[in-house]
C-alpha cells in the first residue's frame, strides 16, 4: 500500500511538472494565428448550444485555412495566417472561467480569446481582459450590462444584445394585429429570463397602454418540469405567453405543453425559439411566433454567402444550422475582418492587438444573419437585423416559418449611449424602422 | 540551537513564506494567479480541517465564502473601499462573527445533521443572492482594481502584488493556526473527535469548542472569499452553491487534518490537475478530475499531510 502511494504521489507529481513543461514550451510559436475558443462542451448547455456552436465554428476555421470560403473571407485564414483553436469548456462557473481565460492568454499565449454563452461570464471575463490586455471577442450571451455599465478596450461583442429580441418580438405582435389584450410570461429565474421579461412586458405596456400582465412565472434553470407552470398559464387565460426558455429546458416545456393543447389555446412566443428546431424537427409545435436572437436558421436572408453557409453545413453535419454556429461564424468572421482591416493598415504584417481592436471599433462586416454594425457602446457592441415568424406546416408536413418581419438593426436596437432599458421605458425615441 | 530552530514552526513559516514571495519573481505569470486562487481555496480548506479535527464536516462552507466575497466585493463597489490587505481583514473578521452568531446552533448537530445543516445555510444564501437584481442577481458584479496601503500598483505587477499579499497574510494565519491547534482548545477538539462524552466528564464543553472550531473556519473561509473574488475581479452567486462548498471537501480529504502546509498544497493540485485536462482534453476533462479524485482517495485516505507526519517523525526519531 505504501508503495502504491508513493508511486501515485510521484506520477501525480511527474504529470504537473511535465504538462506545465509542455504548456510552456509550446507558447512562444507565433507563426499563425492562435485563438482560444471557449463554449460549453459539457453539461445542460452543451447539446443545444455549445457543440453546434463549436461544430459552426470548426467547420469555418477549417475551411477559412483552406481559403475555400467565399468573398470577402477568401483570404486563407486571418490574412494568410493560419488560425489554430484551442477549445476550452466553458462549464464551472464564473471563478473557473477567468482563470481558464489568464492560461489561455499567459500560459498558451493566445492572440485573441472567442467565446462565452452564458451572461454570467461575458460579466466576468472584459475586466482580465482589459487587464491582461487580451483581445476578446464575445460571440454569444445576451446581457446589454457588458458594455452599458462599463467600457473595455480589447473586449468586442459581435452579436446584438438581448433587448432586441423581445422589442422585435413586441412590435410583431402589434403589427400583425394580435390580441394583447392579456400577456404571461415564463422565463428561467436568472438574470436571461429576467430580462427578458422585463424588456418584453414593459415594451408591450408602451406600444399598448391597456393590456393586462396575468401571469409571470420564474422557475429555476435547467429545472426541466413544468406540469404546475403549464396548469398556471392555462388557467390564467392570458392571450399570450412569453418565454426565453432555451434549450433542454424549452425542449422540456414543449413536449410537456404539446399534448395539453398548449399551442391551440394560447399565442405562444419564444424569444429563442429556433435552437431545438433541429432536434425536435416535426415534433415542434405550428402557430408559434418565434425569434431565433437574429436573422437565423430558417429565418436568414436569401444572400450569397448565407447560402453558401446553411448548405456547407448542412453537408458537413446532416442537420441546418440553428442559431448557435450563426452566431459563432459571426464572431469568426468580425475577428477576420478586424485583423485583415488592420493589417491594410500596416502594410501586412501581422498586426498587434491595438491595431486589431482599433480596426474593430466601429467596424461593419457581411456575416451569413446580414450586416453586422459595431456601432454601440463606442464601438464595442455589434447591432443586427432581426426577424420574427411564425411556425407553420408545409404541404408535406414538414415545420417551417412563415409570415416573416425584418426589421433594419436601428429599429429594434437603442442608439449609442442609450441603456436599453431605458430606451425602452422612453418608448423608443428615435427607432429608424 | 540550529537544528531546534528548524523545529520551529514560527522560522520554518517565515522561510516558507519568503521562499514562495522569492519564487513569485521567476515563475511564469498564470502560475503566480493558480497559486492565489489555491491559496484562497486553501484558507477555506483550513476551515474545514479545524472543524474536522473535531469530528466534523461542512458541506456548506460556500456560505462563508460567498459572504467574504460580498464583504469584500460590496465594499469595494458601495463604499469605494478597495485596500486589500483591509478587505481581507475585514471579511475575516465579518464572517467570523456571522460564524459565530450561527455557531450555536450548529454544535449541537454532529456528523451528517451538521453537514446538511450547514448546507442549507449556504443554499439559502445562493437562494437570496441570485434573486438580488441589485448586486446583479445570478451575474453577480465586478469588482473594482484593489489598491494596497493607497497605491494603486501597474497591471503587471497587480497580480504579483496580491501574491504577496496573500502569501504573507495567509502564513501570519497558518502560523496563528498552528498554534491554536497545540494549545489546549485545539486539542480538546482532537479529544471530541475521538470521545466527546470523555470529555465532557472531564469537564470540558464540546459544544464550546465546536463553536470555537466554527467562527474560526468561518473566518478563514471569508478571508479565502475575498482574496478570490479580489483576484478574480468578479463575485457571483456561484461562490455560495453546493458545487463550490464540494470542491473545498474535497480539498480538505485530499490534504488530511494532519498538516497546515499539505492543504495548500492539496489544493495547488487540485487546480493544476483541473486545470491542465481542461486544456489538453476539454471534450472529458471531468473525467480525468474524476479519476484522480478516485485514485487519490483510494490510495492516500488520511491524505497528503500524512506524507508530511511521516517524514517529520522520521526525522525527529534519527
Same mark, same amino acid.
Given at each position: 500500500?505504501?508503495?502504491?502511494?508513493?508511486?501515485? =504521489? !510521484? /506520477?501525480?507529481?511527474?504529470?504537473?511538472?511535465?504538462?506545465?513543461?509542455?504548456?510552456?514550451?509550446? %507558447? $512562444?510559436?507565433?507563426?499563425?494565428?492562435? #485563438?482560444?475558443?471557449?463554449?460549453?462542451?459539457?453539461?445542460? /448547455? %452543451?447539446?443545444?448550444?455549445?457543440?453546434?456552436?463549436?461544430?459552426?465554428?470548426?467547420?469555418? #476555421?477549417?475551411? !477559412?485555412? &483552406?481559403?475555400?470560403?467565399? /468573398?470577402?473571407?477568401? *483570404?486563407?485564414?486571418?490574412?494568410?495566417?493560419? =488560425?489554430?483553436? =484551442?477549445?476550452?469548456?466553458?462549464?464551472?462557473?464564473?471563478?473557473?472561467?477567468?482563470?481558464?481565460?489568464?492560461?489561455?492568454?499567459?500560459?498558451? *499565449?493566445?492572440?485573441?480569446?472567442?467565446?462565452?454563452?452564458?451572461?454570467?461570464?461575458?460579466? %466576468? #471575463?472584459?475586466?482580465?481582459?482589459?487587464?491582461?490586455?487580451?483581445?476578446?471577442? !464575445?460571440?454569444?450571451?445576451?446581457? @446589454?450590462?457588458v458594455f452599458e455599465d462599463a467600457s473595455y478596450k480589447y473586449v468586442f461583442r459581435t452579436a446584438a444584445h438581448a433587448a432586441m429580441d423581445n422589442i422585435a418580438i413586441a412590435k410583431y405582435l402589434i403589427e400583425k394585429g394580435h390580441d394583447i389584450s392579456s400577456i404571461a410570461g415564463i422565463?428561467?429565474?436568472?438574470?436571461?429570463?429576467?430580462?427578458?421579461?422585463?424588456?418584453?412586458?414593459?415594451?408591450?405596456?408602451?406600444?399598448?397602454?391597456?393590456? &393586462?400582465?396575468?401571469?409571470?412565472?420564474? @422557475? *429555476?434553470?435547467?429545472?426541466?418540469?413544468?406540469?404546475?407552470? =403549464?396548469?398556471?398559464?392555462?388557467?390564467?387565460? /392570458?392571450?399570450?405567453?412569453?418565454?426565453?426558455?432555451?434549450?433542454? $429546458?424549452l425542449q422540456s416545456f414543449i413536449l410537456q405543453a404539446k399534448p395539453r393543447g398548449f399551442f391551440k389555446r394560447t399565442q405562444v412566443v419564444f424569444s429563442a425559439g429556433d435552437q431545438v428546431m433541429p432536434g425536435l424537427g416535426n415534433k415542434y409545435p405550428e402557430g408559434v411566433i418565434l425569434g431565433a436572437r437574429g436573422q437565423y436558421g430558417m429565418m436568414a436572408p436569401d444572400t450569397p454567402l448565407n447560402n453558401w453557409f446553411y448548405k456547407a453545413y448542412m453537408d458537413e453535419y446532416g442537420v441546418f444550422p440553428a442559431q448557435p454556429p450563426y452566431r459563432m461564424v459571426q464572431g469568426l468572421m468580425g475577428l477576420k475582418m478586424a485583423i485583415e482591416k488592420a493589417m491594410d493598415k500596416n502594410g501586412g504584417k501581422k498586426p498587434n492587438k491595438d491595431e486589431i481592436a482599433e480596426a474593430f471599433t466601429g467596424l461593419e462586416f457581411e456575416a451569413p444573419g446580414g450586416l453586422v454594425q459595431m456601432k454601440l457602446g463606442n464601438g464595442h457592441q455589434a447591432i443586427q437585423p432581426h426577424a420574427i415568424g411564425k411556425t407553420a406546416k408545409d404541404k408535406d408536413g414538414n415545420i417551417i416559418v412563415t409570415d416573416i418581419v425584418r426589421y433594419k438593426a436601428s429599429c429594434v436596437n437603442p442608439p449609442n449611449g442609450i441603456k436599453a432599458v431605458d430606451w425602452i421605458n422612453a418608448g423608443f425615441p428615435g427607432a429608424d424602422c | 540551537m540550529p537544528l531546534k530552530l528548524l523545529n520551529n514552526v514560527f522560522f520554518q513559516s517565515i522561510f516558507l513564506m519568503s521562499l514562495l514571495v522569492v519564487v513569485g519573481i521567476f515563475i511564469p505569470n498564470w502560475l503566480v494567479f493558480v497559486i492565489t486562487k489555491a491559496i484562497a481555496y486553501g484558507l477555506v480548506g483550513l476551515g474545514i480541517i479545524t472543524l474536522m479535527r473535531g469530528g466534523l464536516v461542512s458541506f456548506g462552507q460556500g456560505f462563508v465564502f460567498g459572504i467574504g466575497g460580498y464583504t469584500a466585493g460590496l465594499l469595494g463597489t458601495q463604499a469605494g473601499l478597495t485596500d486589500a490587505v483591509l478587505l481581507l481583514f475585514i471579511s475575516f473578521i465579518f464572517t467570523g462573527f456571522v460564524g459565530l452568531i450561527i455557531a450555536p446552533l450548529l454544535a449541537r448537530y454532529r456528523d451528517i445533521f451538521f453537514a446538511m445543516l450547514s448546507l442549507a445555510f449556504s443554499m439559502v444564501l445562493y437562494g437570496i443572492l441570485i434573486k438580488i437584481d441589485a448586486i446583479g442577481g445570478s451575474d453577480g458584479f465586478v469588482l473594482p482594481e484593489s489598491t494596497y496601503f493607497g497605491i494603486k500598483p501597474s497591471k503587471e505587477y497587480a497580480d504579483y502584488i496580491l501574491y504577496v499579499v496573500s502569501v504573507i497574510m495567509t502564513g501570519i494565519v497558518s502560523i496563528l493556526l498552528r498554534y491554536y491547534y497545540d494549545s489546549t482548545p485545539g486539542l480538546i477538539a482532537l479529544a471530541v473527535r475521538e470521545n466527546e462524552l470523555r470529555v465532557e466528564y472531564l469537564g470540558s464543553s464540546a459544544f464550546n469548542v465546536t463553536v470555537l472550531n466554527f467562527t474560526i473556519a468561518a473566518g478563514l473561509g471569508g478571508m479565502g472569499g475575498a482574496l478570490n473574488g479580489i483576484a478574480l475581479g468578479h463575485i457571483d452567486p456561484e461562490f455560495t452553491y453546493w458545487t463550490t462548498s464540494g470542491e473545498f471537501v474535497f480539498i480538505s480529504i485530499l490534504a488530511g487534518y494532519l498538516s497546515v502546509p499539505a492543504v495548500f498544497l492539496a489544493a495547488l493540485l487540485l487546480e493544476l490537475v483541473r486545470s491542465f485536462s481542461g486544456r489538453y482534453f476539454p471534450d472529458t476533462w471531468q473525467l480525468i478530475l474524476g479519476v484522480f479524485l478516485i485514485l487519490s482517495i483510494i490510495f492516500i485516505p488520511s491524505g497528503i499531510g500524512s506524507f508530511f507526519k511521516q517524514l517529520f517523525d522520521k526525522l525527529k526519531n534519527k
Open positions: 500500500m505504501k508503495f502504491f502511494r508513493h508511486c501515485l =504521489i !510521484l /506520477a501525480s507529481s511527474i504529470l504537473v511538472s511535465t504538462m506545465s513543461f509542455v504548456g510552456v514550451t509550446n %507558447a $512562444d510559436d507565433h507563426k499563425g494565428f492562435k #485563438i482560444g475558443v471557449v463554449t460549453f462542451l459539457s453539461g445542460p /448547455a %452543451a447539446e443545444p448550444f455549445g457543440v453546434p456552436a463549436w461544430n459552426g465554428g470548426k467547420l469555418l #476555421i477549417k475551411l !477559412l485555412n &483552406e481559403g475555400k470560403v467565399p /468573398a470577402p473571407y477568401n *483570404k486563407k485564414g486571418f490574412g494568410g495566417m493560419e =488560425i489554430t483553436a =484551442i477549445p476550452i469548456d466553458e462549464s464551472g462557473g464564473a471563478t473557473k472561467q477567468v482563470q481558464e481565460f489568464r492560461n489561455l492568454v499567459q500560459r498558451d *499565449k493566445v492572440d485573441a480569446v472567442l467565446g462565452y454563452v452564458s451572461s454570467g461570464d461575458c460579466m %466576468a #471575463i472584459p475586466a482580465v481582459a482589459d487587464e491582461l490586455q487580451a483581445l476578446t471577442v !464575445l460571440y454569444d450571451c445576451g446581457t @446589454p450590462r422565463n428561467q429565474n436568472y438574470a436571461w429570463g429576467k430580462d427578458s421579461w422585463k424588456d418584453f412586458s414593459v415594451s408591450i405596456k408602451k406600444l399598448s397602454p391597456n393590456s &393586462e400582465i396575468k401571469n409571470e412565472l420564474f @422557475p *429555476k434553470i435547467f429545472s426541466g418540469q413544468y406540469g404546475t407552470e =403549464i396548469s398556471a398559464l392555462l388557467n390564467s387565460k /392570458a392571450k399570450v405567453v412569453h418565454s426565453s426558455l432555451w434549450g433542454g $429546458d | -
